[in-house]
């Protein structure tokens, strides 16, 4: 069999390089943004936070086989492959939000780079250049590329599988099919060591569903053969969710039935030990793709209307070729077959569907006119309003969200007393993860004895503004009485 796709190259490829810089242009500007917004936003609640909070304690407590979201509490909910990164960079740099943000930009970094393998072979030189500029200015890949969170580790692992496929598959030898499906393997152990089998699931399902549709049975039959690829993938997970079940009885059945079974087919379900689930409507997931790509969607859109109105498949597939188009389709539909049903999902969750989605906007727009400002223009519209959003309106309204205002004037009006006997803040209600964070755990180990000097209260209308030291949405600062 030959491992060369009949149709994955365009039919009339713009090999020169010159059409493509406005678009690697875009894209370092874009990284850049991203770059330099990580330290302008407060840590908000409840996800930043709670994950800078369990990274920042695994730095402390030197604990790296089980990340804790308290001093006392491990944390079942994930294993702890992002939270290495975080706790990793910390403990390089410093507590702080600049380094809690950076291993997600590395991450989304490694994700562009893979998108980049997966289509080196296939597409021009002006096509990759547009996909990645356009997937880094995706609103939620922006967003996961600079957030404390697993999600841009998941995409990162997610896409290092898919296009670790697609390389097996337009291989042109067995050899270079079979080092892709060791990369594939690669790929899965680590997306089993960032959010477990439901990654494993996301990281697959398309490569399966592309096997099923393009008939790939060779290129299955070769990667499940291979022993080598086995023992990556196990190699690389069992070892920890062994040792984590070890240290932490009781692991495995709550992370496996709970996290994965319970918290998607029930509505509300209650058995989250670390926060609240979510009752989404059913099909959710659908609008949450949109809106994580909606300015390219709707660019595509236009593009569309603009061209030939006969042969849309056609045409998308000539563009494409057909194999990789199918792929795009697979790519972009696993999260929408997997969350549909499910009830209990956030709009990150839509993050694994933008790759097939740009590949899906690449097929809009003839690749001969992809260097033209009509296009990258778009791009350039998008970064600044990016910009807008990320440097100005952003670090505003973090404030509102996170307890980190309120911390700092407590510590400013203590002085060398705060976080003593003599000088104790007191929360009316358990505080949130902010606080903690931002009290570098100060607040956890607070003298019992302490002279209650300062309140942490409900933010009450009625009460004169001037009182306040400090405010966020829900809380205010004030002088106990």
Same mark, same amino acid.
Request: net charge positive; hydrophobic share 55%; charged share 15%.
């Given at each position: 069999?030959?491992?060369?796709?009949?149709?994955?190259?365009?039919?009339?490829?713009?090999?020169?390089?010159?059409?493509?810089?406005?678009?690697?242009?875009?894209?370092?500007?874009?990284?850049?943004?991203?770059?330099?917004?990580?330290?302008?936003?407060?840590?908000?609640?409840?996800?930043?936070?709670?994950?800078?909070?369990?990274?920042?304690?695994?730095?402390?407590?030197?604990?790296?086989?089980?990340?804790?979201?308290?001093?006392?509490?491990?944390?079942?909910?994930?294993?702890?492959?992002?939270?290495?990164?975080?706790?990793?960079?910390?403990? =390089?740099?410093?507590?702080?939000?600049?380094? %809690?943000? #950076? !291993?997600? +930009?590395?991450?989304? @970094?490694?994700? /562009? $780079?893979?998108?980049?393998?997966?289509?080196?072979?296939?597409?021009?030189?002006?096509?990759?250049?547009?996909?990645?500029?356009?997937?880094?200015?995706?609103?939620?890949?922006?967003?996961?590329?600079?957030?404390?969170?697993?999600?841009?580790?998941?995409?990162?692992?997610?896409?290092?599988?898919?296009?670790?496929?697609?390389?097996?598959?337009?291989?042109?030898?067995?050899?270079?099919?079979?080092?892709?499906?060791?990369?594939?393997?690669?790929?899965?152990?680590?997306? =089993?060591?960032?959010?477990?089998?439901?990654? %494993?699931? #996301? !990281?697959? +399902?398309?490569?399966? @569903?592309?096997? /099923? $549709?393009?008939?790939?049975?060779?290129?299955?039959?070769?990667?499940?053969?291979?022993?080598?690829?086995?023992?990556?993938?196990?190699?690389?997970?069992?070892?920890?969710?062994?040792?984590?079940?070890?240290?932490?009885?009781?692991?495995?059945?709550?992370?496996?039935?709970?996290?994965?079974?319970?918290?998607?087919?029930?509505?509300?379900?209650?058995?989250?030990?670390?926060?609240?689930?979510?009752?989404?409507?059913?099909?959710?997931?659908?609008?949450?793709?949109?809106?994580?790509?909606?300015?390219?969607?709707?660019? %595509?859109?236009? !593009?569309? +209307?603009?061209?030939?109105?006969?042969?849309?498949?056609?045409?998308?597939?000539?563009?494409?070729?057909?194999?990789?188009?199918?792929?795009?389709?697979?790519?972009?539909?696993?999260?929408?077959?997997?969350?549909?049903?499910?009830?209990?999902?956030?709009?990150?969750?839509?993050?694994?569907?933008?790759?097939?989605?740009?590949?899906?906007?690449?097929?809009?727009?003839?690749?001969?006119?992809?260097?033209?400002?009509?296009?990258?223009?778009?791009?350039?519209?998008?970064?600044?309003?990016?910009?807008?959003?990320?440097?100005?309106?952003?670090?505003?309204?973090?404030?509102?969200?996170?307890?980190?205002?309120?911390?700092?004037?407590?510590?400013?009006?203590?002085?060398?007393?705060?976080?003593?006997?003599?000088?104790?803040?007191?929360?009316?209600?358990?505080?949130?993860?902010?606080?903690?964070?931002?009290?570098?755990?100060?607040?956890?180990?607070?003298?019992?004895?302490?002279?209650?000097?300062?309140?942490?209260?409900?933010?009450?209308?009625?009460?004169?503004?001037?009182?306040?030291?400090?405010?966020?949405?829900?809380?205010?600062?004030?002088?106990?009485?």
């Amino acid at each position: 069999m030959s491992f060369a796709p009949t149709s994955l190259a365009p039919a009339s490829p713009l090999r020169s390089a010159a059409s493509a810089r406005p678009w690697l242009y875009l894209l370092a500007a874009a990284v850049l943004l991203r770059l330099l917004s990580l330290p302008l936003m407060a840590l908000t609640d409840h996800t930043e936070a709670r994950y800078a909070e369990i990274a920042r304690l695994m730095v402390q407590l030197g604990d790296w086989v089980s990340p804790h979201v308290t001093p006392t509490e491990v944390f079942w909910a994930k294993p702890p492959l992002s939270t290495w990164g975080q706790a990793l960079m910390m403990e =390089l740099f410093g507590v702080n939000e600049w380094s %809690g943000r #950076l !291993a997600s +930009l590395v991450w989304a @970094l490694l994700g /562009l $780079w893979s998108l980049d393998w997966m289509l080196r072979a296939s597409l021009a030189p002006v096509q990759r250049a547009a996909a990645l500029a356009v997937l880094m200015l995706c609103p939620m890949y922006f967003i996961c590329a600079g957030a404390v969170m697993t999600d841009a580790t998941l995409m990162a692992t997610v896409l290092l599988v898919q296009a670790a496929w697609w390389r097996a598959v337009s291989a042109a030898d067995a050899a270079d099919a079979r080092r892709a499906g060791r990369v594939l393997a690669l790929g899965l152990g680590l997306a =089993l060591l960032t959010k477990g089998p439901a990654a %494993g699931v #996301l !990281a697959l +399902l398309p490569p399966v @569903l592309h096997a /099923l $549709w393009r008939r790939h049975w060779v290129v299955v039959t070769r990667i499940l053969k291979d022993p080598l690829a086995w023992l990556i993938w196990l190699g690389l997970a069992v070892p920890w969710y062994v040792w984590a079940e070890h240290r932490t009885p009781g692991f495995l059945q709550y992370f496996l039935l709970g996290e994965h079974v319970m918290r998607f087919l029930q509505p509300g379900w209650k058995g989250d030990r670390y926060g609240f689930a979510h009752a989404q409507p059913i099909g959710m997931i659908w609008l949450f793709v949109l809106v994580s790509a909606l300015p390219w969607v709707l660019h %595509g859109l236009v !593009a569309r +209307l603009g061209g030939r109105r006969s042969g849309v498949r056609m045409q998308a597939q000539e563009r494409l070729g057909a194999d990789l188009w199918a792929y795009a389709l697979c790519i972009a539909a696993a999260p929408l077959l997997l969350f549909t049903a499910a009830r209990n999902i956030i709009p990150t969750y839509a993050v694994t569907a933008l790759p097939g989605v740009v590949l899906l906007w690449l097929a809009q727009v003839d690749a001969q006119r992809l260097g033209m400002a009509r296009h990258w223009g778009a791009g350039v519209v998008v970064l600044l309003l990016t910009a807008l959003g990320f440097l100005w309106l952003g670090p505003k309204e973090s404030l509102r969200a996170s307890d980190r205002e309120l911390v700092r004037a407590y510590e400013k009006a203590c002085g060398v007393q705060a976080w003593t006997s003599a000088c104790g803040l007191q929360y009316a209600s358990k505080p949130d993860h902010s606080a903690f964070f931002y009290s570098a755990g100060r607040l956890y180990a607070q003298p019992a004895n302490a002279v209650m000097r300062y309140q942490v209260l409900d933010r009450d209308p009625q009460r004169a503004r001037g009182e306040a030291l400090a405010c966020n949405k829900h809380l205010c600062l004030y002088v106990a009485p």
